[in-house]
C-alpha cells in the first residue's frame, strides 16, 4: 500500500487566511481541494509539499454557482454540483459533458473545478510509483535530468489532461486569481503554458477563486473525448467547441483542442472557416481538419500517436455536427461499441 508522506495541513476559514498561508512558502505549500489527483501525486512522490492548504472550511465562499450576465463559478464546486446545476444543463452544454465525463461519479463528488483547471499534465514515465520512476533514473519532470519522450527536449512534454479547460476555453471564460498582493482576472487561455513542467501562469502564491462564463445564450456546444475505456479514463485527445449562431449561419465560434499538448490548443484558423456560414459538411470537414493541424501528440500517453490525430478530426467534426443540431446518439454509441468513447446521457 503506497502511504502518504508527512505533511503540515492547514485549515483557513478565510481566503484571506489561505492566501496569507500560502504567501509564507509558496514554494514548500500546496492547495487540497478534493485531493482526488494532488493525494495519490503525493503517494507516488510526484509532487512532495511540505504543507497543505485545505479548502473544505472555504465551502461558503468559494462553492456557489450564480447565473446573471453570464455563469459564474465558484472555485470549489464539485464536478456532481457543476452537473446538477439546472443553469449548466440548460446554457452550457458542452461544460455539462466536458464535467460528466471526468473520472469516476464518487471521485466527482470531491473532485472540484479549481482543481480541475489546475490538474496537473500527465506522462507514461511520470504517473509510475516512485520505484518504477527510479528504476529509470527518474524523468526531468520530478528527480530527473533527461526527457524519456523526447531525449534532446530541452522541456518537459506532459499532457495536459483536464476535460473542463479545453470546454471552457471555448466557452470564453475567465478565472480570478487573489493572492496576498490582490486578486487579478485572466483569460482561461492564459492561465497554461505550453510546457509540462511549468504548466499554469498562476504563481505559486496564487489562489483561484472562482469562473466566470460569459452569456451564452445563442451559443451552442458540445465537448467530444477520446478514451480507452468508456466508464472513466482521462482524455488522449478532446475537441470542445462553441458556435454562436444567427439563424443557420455561425457567427462567432471557438474551437479548443484538449490532451494534445501541454496546454488545450485553441484554433482561430478553424474557427474563422467557420465564422459567416452555414455548418455544411464541408465546413465542418474543412474546420476539422485545420483545428487537427495544432494537434501534436507525442508518444507519452495511451494510444498510438498518429492514430489519435486523426482521431482530432473526427472528434471536432463530430462535436460540429452535435451543435449544428444533428442527433449524435447513434454515432456515440458505435464509437461506445469500439470501446473509444462513453455515450454521454441526456442531463
Ligand atoms: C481514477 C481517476 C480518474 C480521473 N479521470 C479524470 C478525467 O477523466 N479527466 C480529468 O480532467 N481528470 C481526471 N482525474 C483527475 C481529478 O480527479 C480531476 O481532475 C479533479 O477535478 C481534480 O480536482 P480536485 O478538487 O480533486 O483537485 P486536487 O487534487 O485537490 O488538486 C489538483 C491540483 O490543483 C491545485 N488546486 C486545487 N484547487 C485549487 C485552487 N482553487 N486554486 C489553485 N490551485 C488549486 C492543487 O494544488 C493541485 O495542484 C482522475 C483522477 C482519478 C484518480
Ligand atoms: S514528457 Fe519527458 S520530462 Fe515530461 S514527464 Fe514525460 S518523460 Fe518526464
Redesign the pocket.
Known amino acids: 500500500m503506497m502511504r502518504l508522506p508527512p505533511f503540515r495541513y492547514r485549515a483557513p476559514r478565510t481566503i484571506a487566511d489561505a492566501v496569507a498561508w500560502l504567501a509564507e512558502g509558496p514554494g514548500q505549500t500546496?492547495?487540497?481541494?478534493?485531493?482526488?489527483?494532488?493525494?495519490?501525486n503525493m503517494k507516488r512522490r510526484q509532487q512532495t509539499p511540505s504543507t497543505l492548504i485545505g479548502?473544505r472550511g472555504l465551502r461558503d465562499q468559494l462553492a456557489a454557482i450564480r447565473n446573471g450576465a453570464g455563469l459564474s463559478i465558484g472555485?470549489g464546486v464539485t464536478?456532481a454540483e457543476l452537473m446538477a446545476s439546472a443553469h449548466v444543463q440548460d446554457g452550457y452544454r458542452g461544460l455539462w459533458q466536458a464535467a460528466a465525463?471526468?473520472?469516476?461519479p464518487q471521485?466527482r463528488n470531491?473532485?472540484?473545478i479549481?482543481?480541475?483547471l489546475?490538474?496537473?499534465t500527465r506522462c507514461t514515465y511520470y504517473d509510475q510509483t516512485f520505484e518504477w520512476r527510479k528504476a529509470i533514473d527518474f524523468c526531468m519532470k520530478k528527480d530527473g535530468d533527461t526527457c524519456w519522450v523526447a531525449t534532446s527536449s530541452p522541456k518537459c512534454l506532459a499532457v495536459s489532461?483536464?476535460?473542463?479547460a479545453p470546454m471552457l476555453q471555448a466557452l470564453g471564460a475567465t478565472v480570478t486569481l487573489v493572492s496576498a498582493r490582490g486578486s487579478r482576472e485572466l483569460a482561461l487561455g492564459d492561465l497554461y503554458a505550453n510546457d509540462g513542467m511549468h504548466y499554469l501562469t498562476?504563481q505559486r502564491d496564487e489562489?483561484?477563486?472562482s469562473i466566470a462564463v460569459p452569456d451564452a445564450r445563442g451559443w451552442r456546444s458540445a465537448y467530444w473525448k477520446l478514451r480507452r475505456r468508456g466508464s472513466?479514463?482521462?482524455?488522449v485527445a478532446a475537441a470542445a467547441v462553441a458556435v454562436q449562431f444567427d439563424g443557420p449561419r455561425a457567427i462567432a465560434a471557438r474551437i479548443v483542442l484538449g490532451a494534445v499538448s501541454s496546454k488545450p490548443q485553441q484554433s482561430d484558423r478553424a474557427a474563422e472557416l467557420l465564422i459567416g456560414h452555414e455548418l455544411s459538411d464541408e465546413a465542418i470537414s474543412a474546420a476539422a481538419v485545420a483545428a487537427s493541424e495544432l494537434a501534436k501528440p507525442m508518444d507519452n500517453t495511451d494510444f498510438e500517436l498518429v492514430w489519435r490525430k486523426k482521431m482530432v478530426t473526427s472528434l471536432v467534426g463530430d462535436a460540429l455536427r452535435e451543435v449544428r443540431g444533428d442527433d449524435m446518439r447513434a454515432r456515440r454509441r458505435q464509437l461506445a461499441k469500439q470501446e473509444l468513447l462513453v455515450p454521454v446521457q441526456r442531463a
Open positions: 500546496m492547495i487540497l481541494a478534493g485531493g482526488t489527483d494532488l493525494l495519490p479548502l472555485a464536478l465525463q471526468v473520472a469516476t471521485l470531491m473532485a472540484t479549481g482543481g480541475n489546475c490538474l496537473d489532461s483536464t476535460d473542463t498562476k489562489l483561484l477563486t472513466f479514463d482521462f482524455p
